[in-house]
């Protein structure tokens, strides 16, 4: 919730404003200082229209043109917006925020996810990509749930934090393949029995802190589809591209899930 104004000079005064990442000072809080905006990979053009994977500049600028992956394997939702493209600063950001514990990151965090977002026509749910009670209780709080509070309230559109349950706890994907990743996955994650309802035909914008390989996302998406949902965006703060994963076997980074 944001703070009143009156309040602010009183909250500086206590805590003065820091950029999160390197820790000059700020004019005010919530933001990076212009060194550390720099940093951050900002998906532009040209780019997928599904995936938004950028794509060489000599390709043409249209809103159909899709990446060789997408077209080899078409995707289960209707396009990925991404705040930004996963590198060091963008990585010492969720940290901070997921391991950190640092929540008032929250508000940047779901800015910059809003101005990634399409014109979104209509009603659309927005829901969080859940958390195990066990990890919900060690962390205290789902990353991805206080994002997609923030941005339901920004877009004004209704949430529904707990429209999917992670049922059983998964192992940390650092580390594992993409078969290993989707195997660890499979009926991890389920409607919520007193949801699907709603969810039944409905739009929905799956949100996420970081999207990785796409195997959680895509356990989202397969227990979506099995409540009946319509169509599903995905949000996401930074994108990994798969292409940047150590296909080794290494391709999660560490601050997944």
């Known amino acids: 919730m944001a703070k009143p104004a009156f309040l602010a000079p009183l909250v500086d005064l206590v805590f003065p404003p820091r950029c999160p990442l390197c820790g000059d000072a700020l004019a005010q809080q919530g933001g990076l200082c212009a060194a550390c905006w720099t940093q951050l990979a900002v998906p532009g053009e040209p780019a997928c229209s599904t995936c938004q994977r950028p794509l060489a ?11 060789a992956p997408c077209m080899a394997e078409p995707p289960r939702h209707a396009g990925i917006a991404a705040a930004t493209l996963y590198n060091d600063a963008s990585r010492e950001l969720v940290l901070a925020f997921k391991r950190g514990k640092r929540i008032a990151l929250a508000d940047l965090l779901s800015r910059l996810m809003v101005r990634s977002l399409p014109e979104l026509q209509g009603e659309w749910l ?11 209780w060690e962390r205290g709080f789902n990353q991805s749930a206080l994002l997609a509070a923030r941005i339901a309230r920004t877009i ?4 529904v934090v707990d429209g999917l349950v992670r049922q059983r706890r998964t192992p940390s994907l650092g580390g594992l393949g993409k078969r290993a990743r989707a195997e660890a996955l ?8 007193g949801r699907a309802a709603r969810l039944k035909g409905a739009k929905v914008l799956l949100i996420d802190d970081v ?12 227990a979506l589809r099995k409540a009946g949902a319509g169509e ?20 999660e980074p560490p601050l997944a899930a």
Request: hydrophobic residues 40%; aromatic residues 4%; glycine residues 8%.
């Open 57 to 67: 500049d000599s390709v043409v600028r249209s809103g159909d043109v899709q990446c």
């Open 232 to 251: 599903v965006r995905i949000a996401c703060f930074a994108r990994v591209l798969n292409e940047s994963l150590d296909h080794a076997g290494q391709g």
């Open 186 to 193: 499979r009926g991890a994650i389920t409607p919520h029995p």
């Open 211 to 222: 999207m990785t390989s796409g195997a959680t996302t895509d356990a989202c998406l397969a």
């Open 126 to 136: 927005v829901v969080p990509v859940p958390l195990h009670r066990w990890r919900l």
């Open 156 to 159: 004004q559109q209704p949430l």
